[in-house]
């Protein structure tokens, strides 16, 4: 069970350090993965950026950060004691008390030992004479493993804006996705923040507190529903601990991973009243729930006329909110439906812009032209700053895997394979590439679910495909080029039946230039993908060739 630690790295991989599997990053998916794999008596060996585990979480540091998902349900299941013990403090858990979660974690399962920080998987190459991984880290490590596992994340790659003359500004430049491990203190600086999505949205009003001055430089309006994070209601913590296996269920079973009252009515069935009622609730209720606001009527996410009565109530609860109307309007979303971009929850998000030391500028009047030594350039004017934050988003779902230069079978390489968008099987595997498994790959629900429901599925799924494998005699198991294409049309042919293409997003890939536009996650449901990832295990691995 325990590794050798010679590495005589040879190119071959001959003579490396042997393990049974190597997994990449040292978020939830893959600490929990390490966890699985060791308890199935497999040495494994993971690499980590980081300077510590929590791969997301320990990223984004920037003010305001936190999950919205609730904290009951944003954890792991895997352990009884584990859900039972800790303790959540907040409706919505901020980023140093999830990172102190993870942290508690991997001490309690003793997952430390088998993580080696601050190093970055530069390489992974199959080599079929021996049916193994050559893996090479940008420190000189060469490891080989039968199994290679990415867990690597969804959005780990940051983007930046596509304009000259980042580096030549002389203030201090932040990207939300990769935060300092300092405080930052904006306290009487001028600021700008480039990017309102969800980082844009939750740092914002912070920075705006403490700011001489706020310009935030918006290109599309976002639908921003209030959070209402408070400490978290003692006997809601117990209700839900004391239930735990039946909401665990209840999750694993639903759309999002985040179990709903199941809708029965189209949006247009009910009347104006009723409907106007619901979206209220959702917005005024301090315990309602981002995915609440898109599961209340059948046809939220599929047809435009019903998406556009919610859209229109989020719009006018803006103009309500702000007080400028110019500034009201251009804070209105427009030309995308609700939901079809990741919308977002915000503290006093629209409030902030009633603030006078902040302004908005509208990217799509006046677009962004230049980073300059001392501020920013738009088409029609340029602005001092003393700081930039880059709220600008992910190379979302293949960006992480892009960054290693991995190649399978007969040398071919990933990044050659998906030039015109990821095909995977089930998101879990790929043709070509035997005994390589993605966690939260593209084309499973992942960024369309509560996380964290996704990622144990997929460890759990993996980890009993390793396990019969290794009670079988079997050495590899790799998806067949059919399966995959199949799978990758159902992925599309789903997306298409949703409103998801009718918005430039990352789900679709358009935040990047060059980037395909494809839809990158499934959106069949997390209950519904469940059980077709339980039939192909069922079916012997249907669908997988099995050496
Ligand atoms: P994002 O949603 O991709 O938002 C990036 C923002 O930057 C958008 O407003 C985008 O405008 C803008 N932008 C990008 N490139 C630009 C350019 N060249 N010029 C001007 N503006 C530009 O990224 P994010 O806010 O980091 O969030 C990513 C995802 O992470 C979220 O959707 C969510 O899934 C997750 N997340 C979750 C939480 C949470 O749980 N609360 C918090 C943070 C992040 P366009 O829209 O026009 O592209």
Excluded at 133 to 152: E, H, K, L, P, Y
Excluded at 422 to 436: C, D, E, H, K
Aim: some cysteine.
């Amino acid at each position: 069970m325990t590794a050798t630690s010679e590495r005589s790295a040879s190119p071959t991989g001959q003579g490396a350090r042997q393990v049974d599997a190597v997994v990449v990053g040292a978020g939830f998916a893959g600490l929990y993965m390490l966890h699985k794999l060791r308890e199935l008596g497999l040495s494994v060996q993971v690499y980590e950026a980081g300077d510590g585990v929590g791969g997301t979480w320990y990223w984004n540091r920037y003010p305001g950060a936190r999950v919205d998902v609730k904290s009951v349900y944003y954890n792991y299941s895997f352990d009884r004691d584990l859900e039972q013990e800790w303790e959540w403090t907040e409706k919505y858990p901020p980023q140093p008390e999830l990172l102190r979660y993870i942290n508690h974690v991997a001490d309690r399962f003793d997952l430390r030992k088998d993580v080696q920080l601050r190093t970055r998987v530069t390489e992974a190459v199959y080599d079929e004479s021996v049916a193994r991984w050559r893996i090479t880290t940008n420190r000189g490590d060469v490891v080989s493993a039968q199994f290679t596992i990415m867990a690597t994340g969804c959005l780990s790659v940051s983007k930046m804006v596509e304009i000259p003359g980042i580096a030549t500004f002389n203030g201090r430049s932040f990207h939300t996705g990769n935060w300092p491990e300092q405080d930052v203190d904006f306290t009487g600086r001028r600021v700008a923040v480039i990017g309102t999505g969800s980082s844009g949205v939750q740092v914002i009003p912070l920075v705006a507190e403490v700011a001489e001055q706020l310009t935030v430089f918006q290109r599309t309006a976002n639908y921003v529903i209030p959070a209402h994070n408070h400490a978290i209601d003692p006997e809601f913590q117990r209700a839900v601990k004391a239930r735990y296996p039946d909401v665990r269920k209840a999750n694993r079973e639903s759309s999002f991973g985040i179990a709903q009252p199941e809708a029965t009515k189209s949006a247009l069935e009910v009347s104006e009243g009723e409907r106007n009622a619901y979206y209220r609730r959702v917005w005024t209720n301090k315990d309602s729930e981002l995915v609440s606001m898109l599961t209340g009527f059948t046809d939220m996410l599929t047809d435009e006329t019903a998406n556009e009565t919610a859209a229109q109530f989020v719009r006018d609860r803006i103009a309500e909110i702000v007080t400028d109307p110019a500034v009201a309007k251009a804070l209105q979303p427009t030309g995308y439906p609700f939901g079809a971009k990741r919308p977002c929850l915000g503290t006093n998000y629209y409030e902030t812009f009633n603030r006078s030391n902040v302004r908005l500028v509208d990217l799509r009047a006046t677009p962004l032209t230049e980073v300059t030594q001392s501020g920013l350039a738009t088409m029609e004017e340029t602005f001092e700053f003393d700081d930039i934050v880059y709220a600008t988003g992910y190379d979302a779902m293949t960006g992480a895997l892009a960054a290693i230069d991995i190649h399978g079978r007969g040398g071919v390489s990933l990044q050659e394979e998906w030039a015109a968008g990821p095909t995977t099987y089930l998101g879990l595997a790929v043709a070509g590439f035997p005994n390589l498994f993605t966690i939260t790959g593209p084309g499973s629900p992942s960024v369309l679910s509560n996380m964290l429901v996704s990622i144990e599925q997929h460890v759990d799924w993996v980890g009993d495909a390793i396990d019969e494998m290794r009670r079988n005699g079997v050495t590899t198991m790799e998806a067949e080029a059919d399966a995959a294409e199949e799978w990758t049309r159902h992925v599309a042919d789903v997306g298409n039946t949703t409103l998801y293409p009718k918005a430039d997003s990352w789900y679709m890939g358009s935040n990047v230039p060059g980037k395909p536009r494809v839809m990158f996650a499934y959106i069949g449901g997390v209950g519904a993908y469940r059980e077709k990832c339980d039939q192909v295990a069922a079916a012997n691995y249907e669908g997988f060739t099995l050496t």
